[in-house]
């Protein structure tokens, strides 16, 4: 059977397909048509159900419940990992209302984390997140919110910190920061979600075995070819959450759920999780 399959180019998430797409290990009669685009044309063609699996911000996650089951594996959550508020100039708690912000896509977590900080009332512009730090830099925005590689040089440029939307969430809730995860249609045969679930794990747990086996697809795609940078994003965001979520990471994602107003009380594992 062929799946449809979508992840980004960022680093975490082709170290952890890798072993899955370039057959390094057996998948019986398994087979995935790779479509690799930012997360949040990820989104996007989640909400349109163009993909049998794929990586999606948990924000947008609780958009598409009714049509996907979150995988077990393959998750980036974690503590020390959320979006960060960056701009050229020190800015007040108080000015963030009245300022131009960049955001990585209005279904990421990070727009999902912006308007939780700091209400829904908030001049945003939705980009790509590669652009945000020149267009902090040039003044098309007063500040942006950054995530994946951009963690790692925003200091370089010039740029300085806000605030660390993840922390926030940290400190208001004492959970990880739901990021993103990977997602299987529910329509699927119930054997070919369990095969999921049981493959994306055997592809982390090989690419941490062999970190170096995944070195060559890693910098096929990546956005910042200093391996200096690749290695902290990866050991940033695929971590034990990555090899399975476990029970206080569902207990993140339901809590997310909670904030937005999805369901009024936390929702069964069954539903969620296949």
Not at 30 to 50: P, R, T, W, Y
Not at 59 to 69: F, L, P, R, S
Not at 173 to 189: A, D, K, S
Not at 223 to 250: A, C, D, F, M, P
Request: net charge negative; glycine share 6%.
């Amino acid at each position: 059977m062929k799946l449809s399959l979508g992840f980004s180019p960022c680093p975490n998430d082709t170290f952890m397909f890798d072993a899955l797409v370039n057959n390094k290990f057996d998948k019986g009669d398994l087979s995935f048509e790779v479509a690799i685009h930012d997360v949040e044309e990820l989104n996007g063609m989640c909400l349109n159900k163009a993909l049998d699996v794929s990586k999606i911000s948990y924000h947008a996650y609780t958009k598409v419940h009714a049509d996907y089951q979150l995988l077990q594996s393959g998750s980036a959550l974690g503590r020390g990992v959320g979006p960060l508020l960056i701009s050229k100039r020190k800015i007040e708690s108080t000015e963030i209302p009245n300022i131009k912000i960049a955001v990585p896509g209005k279904n990421t977590t990070a727009a999902f984390l912006l308007e939780s900080a700091y209400g829904k009332n908030l001049e945003v512009e939705h980009v790509l997140f590669s652009e945000i730090e020149s267009m902090v830099l040039d003044g098309t925005v007063d500040a942006g919110v950054i995530i994946h590689e951009n963690r790692f040089t925003y200091k370089d440029r010039g740029l300085r910190l806000i605030a660390d939307l993840g922390q926030y969430w940290e400190e208001k809730t004492g959970l990880p920061i739901p990021l993103g995860g990977i997602v299987v249609r529910r329509n699927l045969p119930e054997l070919i979600k369990s095969m999921m679930n049981l493959y994306m794990r055997k592809s982390v747990e090989f690419a941490f075995k062999e970190p170096e086996n995944a070195h060559a697809y890693v910098l096929q795609y990546a956005q910042e070819l200093q391996e200096e940078i690749v290695e902290k994003h990866i050991e940033t965001y695929v971590n034990s959450y990555s090899i399975h979520i476990g029970k206080e990471g569902k207990l993140a994602v339901n809590r997310m759920f909670l904030e937005l107003g999805v369901l009024n009380a936390y929702i069964n594992d069954d539903y969620l999780f296949v």
